[in-house]
């Protein structure tokens, strides 16, 4: 059976390297991606490995290359992808490449702090400049409205009246910015510190200051402080500096402050110019290095991981021979061997590689091909867990269960539509959509999941015209086969009229494909019809699922040659699965067929029984109730008879399951004729490979205790016939679903959009665009996306549990080959992530 049904056949290589030859194979293997090599130096510390230099190397190159984008980042300058990837460049490019980042690096490094320079200057060439005009304005006020009151605060009463007496005392002061936020504080502490014997005057900057060392803007005031005497002025001098104040000499004469305003403005000027030419520089800089970036990126982690994978590898004893151990599929060894012919001759080495086959006992990694069609499908079934070595694979059947299941809960041929036009613009956009690569989880889900969003809505059509539902109203297309006969002013005057299929009412024949469209408008009657039709729908849709699930059980046993688990477990299930739950189903199909409102006698459809009725007392052996004539008990003649062997039968095989393969195990282990199970297997024989790899029933454990068998067949049989019953009423969520989403759309429509199709004229018109709005909102965001989702999860369920259960272990472990696509993808979106 192909590799889409089972996992890929894998085998287990030993590889031998020349030492000059090993970079180039593995640079090549890389590129290829059908390898996952192990680690044969387990317990040798990361730092003690043989090329530990090289790697770090490489990670001091990233750490210029994270840089050089931080920077380009910061300009929004756009970054060049063509969407190639470059090879991985040979050991001796690498010095190359270092000379190149270093250069880059440190005139990077240098521009940015000539201009980080150039900034402060600059700063404190503005703050200077909006100092000199403040206090000008300061000095000017002061010269006109001094009063007696602050010349006493500032000088005393004794020093005001020398002063007024002609005894002029000069004051001193200091003038300075602060940043905004901190002045309240400031000047709180100026009163307290010098006791009111100072006086300060502050005004706002009106314009935003750039700070030179992080780039943000911020809010400053410029102020000044009088005093009198030395003491006070150093008191002053020390609170501003704890604030980080900063003060600039501001010369008493106006003659002076216009003169150093001048020359100010004159050095801003200048900056100016300098400090356009030095971003003009820098930016050519970073738009050369942008456009090499993303290559450059792709080159050092492909470096990287080359000698990351060359440390998993051993030395031999002369040192000249590198020697590696590796999981590779069976189908692609000749490739294999031509990527290392290319490896050996790029590397001018004249030793060919060596691959040596290796026998093992050890568990393969699972190995499923997919395909950007499969791999969502594929992806569904790996979160449940990785399937155990080439055990059958639910994916391809998935592939149609899936979104049937969903679309039976989700059936409506509109919101079907919608979220299969969603999928199939994805489909067709995805190109351009997965080049954009967000960081969006959300997005990366949808997108992801492209092929089952469309499918699940092309389900959901499907399912919706066999409901004959489109946003909770039907499509009459071939004609309704009911026939009314009532008139106008009956059908108004009566709210509640019957039509009988047993008269003319009735064509006789059924709707061509679906549900008869008057079933949507019926009343009552609407959900009792559609609830028994949908019930029944989802027994027999869950039967047959998880019968399909044991039979998919047989090809495990039988591929594995599994004899005790065919024998004693498949048989046995399969019978207590069809005599009980699919006899029920064949039930409906009988009851259906035989019973009908034009038939009379024991056929007519008030004589129909109850399934659920019928099968409650076919499983506690009670005698039906007796019932009228001309109506009988049984559907058929010796149901009675078939449905006593049916359960006896079915009850005969919980012991056959519980005890019959341990206690073969136990004579098998007396005889002798057979090796130790061993522990944690659920098999007798453990199968390898078809050529040999691994031994049939070999494993070197400790043998598994014939009380842990029993025990372990204990809870795999109660799980199985207590699950039989509980997954088979699991399966009633597709009718519930299915009644919630149809009850969903119905309200949606009365309550939300007939309120606007009742209005009339131009104001009809407005009401009906808002109210269609509304529900054209409300149908997407709780309709698609709500219940959409709700019946995802749902369908996810069923697959895990009700139809995986029966023959999926799901035990086994993924095959990581060393692939550089996925390094450098892994590697772009955690740089992405560590960015934001």
Known sequence: ???????????????FLQSEAAYACVSELGELGLVQFRDLNPDVNAFQRKFVNEVRRCDEMERKLRYLEKEIKKDNIPMQDTGESPEAPQPREMIDLEATFEKLENELREVNQNAEALKRNYLELTELKHILRKTQVFFDEMADNQNEDEQTQL????????????????LGFVAGVILREKLPAFERMLWRACRGNVFLRQAMIESHLEDPSSGDQVHKSVFIIFFQGDQLKIRVKKICEGFRATLYPCPEAPTDRREMAMGVMTRIEDLNTVLGQTEDHRRRVLVAAAKNLKNWFVKVRKIKAIYHTLNLFNLDVTQKCLIAECWVPALDIETIHLALRRGTERSGSSVPPILNRMQTYENPPTYNRTNKFTKAFQALIDAYGVATYREMNPAPYTIITFPFLFAVMFGDLGHGAVMALFGLWMIRKEKGLAAQKTDSEIWNIFFGGRYIIFLMGVFSMYTGLIYNDIFSKSLNIFGSHWQISYNKSTVISNKFLQLNPETADYTDTPYPFGMDPIWQVAGANKIIFQNAYKMKISIILGVIHMIFGVIMSYYNHTYFKNRLSLIYEFIPQMVFLLFLFFYMVLLMFIKWNRYSAKNYGRYSASCAPSILITFIDMVLFNTPKPVP???????????????????????????????????????????????????????????????????????????????????????????????????????????????????LAEVLWNMVLSNGLKKENWFGGIILTVVFAAWAVLTIGILVLMEGLSAFLHTLRLHWVEFQSKFYQGKGYAFQPFSFESIVENSSSSSQTEGE
């Not at 192909?2 to 890929?8: A, I, N």
């Not at 004794?158 to 005392?169: E, F, M, R």
């Not at 199968?687 to 049939?696: A, C, R």
């Open 155 to 170: 000088l005393g009463e004794d020093g005001a009246k020398i002063n007024q007496s002609g005894q002029n005392l000069k």
């Open 1 to 15: 059976m192909g590799s889409l049904f089972r996992s890929e056949e894998m085998a287990l290589y030993q590889l």
């Open 629 to 743: 004539e001309p109506c009988e008990v049984y559907m058929f003649g010796g149901q009675h008879f078939f449905q006593t062997i049916f359960v006896l039968v079915a009850l005969a095989c919980i012991p056959v399951m519980l005890l019959a393969k341990p206690l073969n195990i136990m004579k098998q282990r007396r005889q002798g004729n057979v090796q130790p199970i061993a522990a944690g297997s659920t098999s007798d024989v453990e199968v390898g490979m078809s050529n040999g790899q691994i031994s049939q029933g070999v494993d070197h454990h400790e043998e598994e205790e014939l009380s842990e068998i029993f025990i372990h067949q204990g809870i795999h049989t109660i799980e199985y016939v207590l699950g039989s019953v509980s997954h088979t009423a699991s399966y009633l969520r597709l009718w519930a679903l299915s009644l919630a989403h149809a009850q």
